[in-house]
């Protein structure tokens, strides 16, 4: 099928550093992808979506569990900051996903996804991970 105009391209994961993070991040970006995919469809049909959709939230939440065990472990400094930025993520997901059978126009409310999760994976990843990661490899906190 042709691509929907003004759709979003195909990201590629951050690496933090920490082995077993960045294989869940590469996985998380790979259920991401094949969301984005199913966006630049004309036409996607809506179970489909909705299944790429589960798959990809079931293993954010995963991921989230794995890290903040991870952050406990190694007596992460901010972990309740970080734990909070999480939580934020779970309700709007579940924000979006109360929207989602009753959405009309399936392809602009699955743009509305992607970019909202595009911005706030990189920002997490980019800036919230690595402060993770510079923790655990004992650099000195970054000041802000």
């Not at 550093?17 to 996607?44: C, M, T, V, W």
């Not at 007596?75 to 900051?81: A, G, L, T």
Request: proline share 4%.
């Amino acid at each position: 099928m042709a691509p929907a105009e003004g759709k979003a391209e195909i990201l590629v994961p951050a690496v933090v550093g920490i082995p077993g993070i960045d294989s869940q991040h590469e996985a998380l970006y790979g259920y991401l992808n094949d969301f984005i995919r199913l966006n630049l469809e004309k036409a996607p049909e809506r179970q489909k979506v909705r299944e790429s959709f589960d798959r990809l939230v079931n293993y954010t939440l995963s991921h989230f569990d794995d890290e903040e065990f991870f952050m406990r472990s190694i007596h992460y400094p901010d972990f309740e900051r970080h734990a909070e930025l999480h939580r934020n993520l779970r309700e709007a997901v579940d924000e979006y996903s109360g929207r989602f059978e009753t959405e009309t126009n399936l392809c602009r409310f699955t743009g509305e996804i992607v970019e909202f999760l595009k911005y706030w994976l990189k920002h997490h990843i980019f800036i919230e991970d690595t402060r993770i990661a510079r923790f655990y490899r004992g650099e000195r906190p970054d000041a802000d």
